[in-house]
């Protein structure tokens, strides 16, 4: 199982990606953004940070960067495509999710514990997961309040695409418990495929019990399952 995690100029979360994948006993290496190729790679990562510096808006100029044609390319192929945090507004920029991400609703950046509770089990990263579990992450943004006009709305909860919500401790999914005034209190959303999924909370920096829990781990193994099971592969 081999993972590639693209860097773009700004990233800050990739090293931290590539010790929560090495952790969990796979390999990986970095992609540096003006990279043509993404061949061999069984699994993408794209990091959070601020891609560009998140200049005009998050991820609007890292859409450009060389190295997206082939992610493009690589996710439609059905291949396993996970953005984190600024990965997810890369995405959403890039067109291979639906949406846009605006500020969060108290205007500040926020850096906190969150739980969310499990909406879909049918995407890679989810595959080892149960619906209506919850995953105790952090998160850490000052654009995560996820929006979608009305008809991309309907759409994503008929289709069962809202991967993750926000939720309570006891996984009560409430207006108290968004930390950023997401629709339905979306956490993270897959593409029609499954394959693609984009989420704000951060899996890698919950992947060791050193660091407080392991419930992120869960992600980078499901897909690691997935794909030696038959899934995809680069």
């Known amino acids: 199982m081999r993972f590639g995690v693209v860097v773009f100029p700004g990233s800050n979360c990739d090293r931290d990606c590539l010790?929560?994948?090495?952790a969990a006993g796979y390999d990986g290496e970095f992609i540096w953004h003006r990279e043509t190729s993404v061949d061999g790679?069984?699994?993408?990562?794209?990091?959070?940070?601020?891609?560009?510096?998140?200049?005009?808006?998050?991820?609007?100029?890292?859409?450009?960067?060389?190295v997206m044609d082939s992610i493009i390319r690589y996710a439609n192929e059905g291949k396993p495509v996970l953005g984190i945090?600024?990965?997810f507004q890369v995405?959403?920029?890039a067109g291979l999710l639906p949406g846009a991400m605006l500020r969060n609703t108290c205007t500040r950046?926020?850096?906190?514990?969150?739980?969310?509770?499990?909406?879909?089990?049918?995407?890679?990263?989810?595959?080892?997961?149960?619906?209506?579990?919850?995953?105790a992450l952090t998160i850490a943004h000052g654009e995560g309040n996820y929006y979608a006009d009305d008809a991309v709305l309907a759409s994503l909860e008929a289709a069962g695409q809202v991967v993750f919500r926000y939720c309570d401790e006891?996984?009560?999914?409430?207006?108290?418990?968004?930390?950023?005034g997401s629709l339905n209190n979306i956490a993270g959303i897959c593409n029609k495929g499954g394959n693609v999924l984009g989420m704000m909370p951060h899996p890698e920096r919950a992947a060791e019990e050193i660091l407080g829990g392991a419930d992120g781990r869960a992600l980078f193994e499901s897909v690691a399952a997935w794909v030696s099971g038959g899934g995809r592969r680069g």
């Open 19 to 22: 010790t929560a994948i090495s």
């Open 41 to 66: 790679f069984d699994c993408l990562v794209l990091p959070g940070g601020f891609a560009h510096g998140d200049y005009l808006r998050s991820g609007a100029i890292a859409r450009f960067s060389p």
């Open 85 to 87: 945090c600024n990965g």
């Open 91 to 93: 995405l959403l920029e």
């Open 109 to 135: 950046f926020v850096c906190a514990p969150q739980r969310i509770r499990v909406e879909s089990a049918r995407t890679p990263f989810t595959s080892g997961l149960s619906v209506g579990e919850t995953l």
């Open 170 to 180: 006891a996984g009560n999914v409430t207006p108290g418990s968004n930390p950023n």
